[in-house]
């Protein structure tokens, strides 16, 4: 424009259309949430090291990826603690925006909910107590296996069950349950994922993996099927989080490595 001076009226309307793109790249989802300004996330909260309670405080891998998910989104992430077996449901009746709970992408649960891209990719495995002689599935003819109930474990041990000789799969509603009953010697094995039983073995010194079993299980963050908007703009986000270095750096605050490069 020519001159030095412009009408105050040109003067608001220009900051106006400059602040836009400010309030609508990742974070514009004015109306995508059930609370302005709160991205509410449903987690199970008995499953480290991707979601687990310190006191009153929700912390984990996915807790610190949410976290900046919402802050790309320009919203604050409010984690509701969610009993497994009700937590597609909680997120069907509105009970918060997404599901975020290493929860992997199957085609019975897309017939419920939409999936974000995934963010890691899993395994299941077998855990052991520390003097197990079990070594892997072959050796579990005649034995108890534990599971979570409503899991891919659950599947996985049903499917290896005829062919394995499994005596019986023992369900339990906390993967935590499932450790300590296995370090009491109720169950003989567990069989669950490879990052949540590499991380508990760790922890709690007392089990240890014996076999990864190998299913390539994709994560995602679950919406309802209703909400297109909200998904596509967690996957915006998500996807912000990765090229910036951010999911890297939780990736190894978690697992004690780099994440593994994408083919």
């Given at each position: 424009?020519?001159?030095?001076?412009?009408?105050?009226?040109?003067?608001?309307?220009?900051?106006?259309?400059?602040?836009?793109?400010?309030?609508?790249?990742?974070?514009?989802?004015?109306?995508?949430?059930?609370?302005?300004?709160?991205?509410?996330?449903?987690?199970?909260?008995?499953?480290?090291?991707?979601?687990?309670?310190?006191?009153?405080?929700?912390?984990?891998?996915?807790?610190?990826?949410?976290?900046?998910?919402?802050?790309?989104?320009?919203?604050?992430?409010?984690?509701?603690?969610?009993?497994?077996?009700?937590?597609?449901?909680?997120?069907?009746?509105?009970?918060?925006?997404?599901?975020?709970?290493?929860?992997?992408?199957?085609?019975?649960?897309?017939?419920?909910?939409?999936?974000?891209?995934?963010?890691?990719?899993?395994?299941?495995?077998?855990?052991?107590?520390?003097?197990?002689?079990?070594?892997?599935?072959?050796?579990?003819?005649?034995?108890?296996?534990?599971?979570?109930?409503?899991?891919?474990?659950?599947?996985?041990?049903?499917?290896?069950?005829?062919?394995?000789?499994?005596?019986?799969?023992?369900?339990?509603?906390?993967?935590?349950?499932?450790?300590?009953?296995?370090?009491?010697?109720?169950i003989d094995a567990i069989i669950n994922d490879y990052p949540i039983n590499m991380y508990i073995s760790g922890q709690r010194g007392k089990t240890k993996v014996v076999a990864q079993i190998k299913t390539n299980e994709q994560y995602g963050i679950g919406v309802?099927?209703?909400?297109?908007?909200?998904?596509?703009?967690?996957?915006?986000?998500?996807?912000?989080?990765?090229?910036?270095?951010?999911?890297?750096?939780?990736?190894?605050?978690?697992?004690?490595?780099?994440?593994?490069?994408?083919?």
């Open positions: 424009m020519k001159g030095k001076w412009m009408k105050p009226a040109i003067v608001l309307l220009l900051a106006a259309m400059l602040a836009i793109p400010l309030v609508t790249g990742c974070g514009g989802i004015s109306g995508q949430t059930l609370h302005p300004g709160k991205l509410t996330m449903g987690s199970d909260m008995f499953y480290p090291p991707f979601e687990t309670m310190e006191g009153t405080k929700a912390v984990g891998f996915d807790v610190d990826l949410a976290q900046a998910i919402a802050g790309k989104l320009g919203v604050t992430l409010d984690v509701i603690p969610t009993a497994w077996g009700e937590i597609v449901g909680g997120l069907k009746t509105k009970k918060y925006d997404i599901i975020m709970s290493a929860m992997t992408i199957t085609p019975d649960r897309e017939k419920q909910i939409n999936f974000s891209n995934p963010y890691i990719v899993s395994d299941q495995s077998l855990a052991v107590a520390s003097n197990s002689k079990i070594k892997s599935v072959a050796d579990l003819k005649g034995k108890t296996v534990g599971v979570q109930i409503g899991t891919t474990g659950q599947s996985k041990a049903e499917e290896l069950q005829p062919t394995a000789g499994i005596k019986k799969i023992e369900k339990f509603d906390s993967i935590l349950v499932a450790f300590e009953a296995l370090e009491q010697g109720k309802r099927k209703d909400n297109t908007a909200l998904l596509a703009s967690i996957n915006k986000a998500l996807k912000a989080v990765q090229d910036d270095g951010t999911y890297a750096t939780i990736y190894k605050k978690w697992f004690g490595v780099a994440p593994p490069v994408s083919k």
